[in-house]
């Protein structure tokens, strides 16, 4: 029988047995044996072949002490499941962008067993093999987030196009949202039905609105997305980059952790959400390339800030970039480990 898990209990502001770490986009391609794989196949391929996904969500647990497995796929995954046109070049792009309501009206619901059954199939392999019984956290894009790459077709600094979208179309854009938000929701919830025993929404571009814009239109279709993963009964993980001007919007969102980027100090973070939410973050990725002893007080200064409180699950303010030093990852864990 394995042992309790420390990242569950903080997820749920229990006392675990250590400081619980894991690091966002840990499973990939910063690793030499992800370099590998990569090698022989294509990523598209990767994420949607369920012996090759659940391989590489489990490389980093053995490489490294993390305290939690996150599933390797992409957050447009599901979309491609809905019928979208879409390339990796080598990020995500639209061959057909959705501006219009009859584009809208048009996409189909998901049906995750249907659309995603080797996403599915990838968290139950996991489940099986998963060294050291670590938990699995199942994942998905944030409604506004995926919205950003329906409307613009491609990545951007800006996401100029998407924004315009909320002001010069308001209720398409609601429409859009409210659609992602559900297909979300039910992808997260089939994600859990597999066997994933955590859920998480990645938001990757909502820090570019404004508090008011975020809260009219990009926070309703997360509470969506949400209120129907509360279902499965496992912590949910809200994460929106950029987002220090909006830790008040979503303190009262129903979900267990906050994920705070690197630009925020964790303390004023706890104050601003209060007690009743756990937060998980927040060294600057590029710290990873300090000296050891500079990157022990790095994580130290985020250790104090996170304070004694039960509810802290170390990670990154962001994904580990492709050229950190693996072993400095290595130092990392043992270092919150042995500090906690």
């Known amino acids: 029988m394995s042992a309790p898990s420390a990242f569950l209990a903080a997820c749920r502001r229990e006392v675990p ?21 990569r090698a022989k196949v294509d990523f598209a391929t990767l994420t949607r072949t369920p012996d ?31 019928g979208i046109d879409l390339s990796f070049e080598p990020g995500p792009v639209v061959r057909q962008p959705i ?64 924004r315009a979208f909320l002001y010069a179309q308001p209720r398409s854009a609601r429409r859009l949202l409210m659609l992602l938000g559900q297909a979300m929701g039910d992808y997260l919830l089939a994600q859990a039905a597999a066997g994933a025993q955590a859920l ?22 997360v509470r969506h997305a949400m209120g129907i993963a509360r279902r499965a009964g496992v912590p949910l993980i809200y ?7 909006l830790m008040s919007a979503v303190s009262d969102l129903d979900v267990e952790v906050i994920g705070v980027d690197w630009r925020m100090d964790l303390a004023q973070v706890r104050r601003t959400l209060g007690s009743g939410k756990a937060v998980q973050g927040n060294l600057d990725p590029a710290a990873l390339f300090s000296a050891p002893e500079e990157l022990k007080r790095h994580a130290g200064a985020v250790i104090e800030a996170a304070g004694a409180a039960p509810g802290h699950i170390f990670n990154l303010g962001h994904g580990i970039w492709q050229d950190t030093p693996p072993d400095a990852v290595a130092r990392l864990v043992d270092y919150v480990h042995e500090r906690a």
Request: net charge neutral; proline share 8%.
């Open 17 to 37: 047995a250590h400081r619980p770490i894991w690091v966002m986009r840990q499973a990939g391609r910063y690793l030499p044996e992800y370099r590998a794989l």
């Open 52 to 82: 090759l996904a659940a391989e590489v969500t489990m490389q980093p647990l053995r490489r490294f002490e993390l305290d939690a497995a996150i599933l390797f796929s992409d957050i447009m995954t599901p979309l491609q499941g809905m």
């Open 99 to 162: 501006r219009t309501d009859a584009q809208i009206d048009a996409l189909p619901v998901l049906v995750p067993e249907r659309d995603v059954p080797f996403v599915l199939e990838t968290i139950r392999l996991v489940r099986a093999n998963v060294p050291r019984g670590a938990p699995l956290i199942g994942f998905a894009g944030g409604p506004f987030t995926l919205m950003c790459y329906l409307v613009c077709g491609r990545p951007s600094k800006e996401f100029g196009a998407a």
């Open 200 to 221: 998480m929404l990645f938001e990757s571009w909502a820090g570019l609105l404004a508090e008011r814009e975020f809260t009219e239109f990009a926070l309703p279709a």
């Open 239 to 245: 994460y929106v980059n950029q987002g220090s001007a």
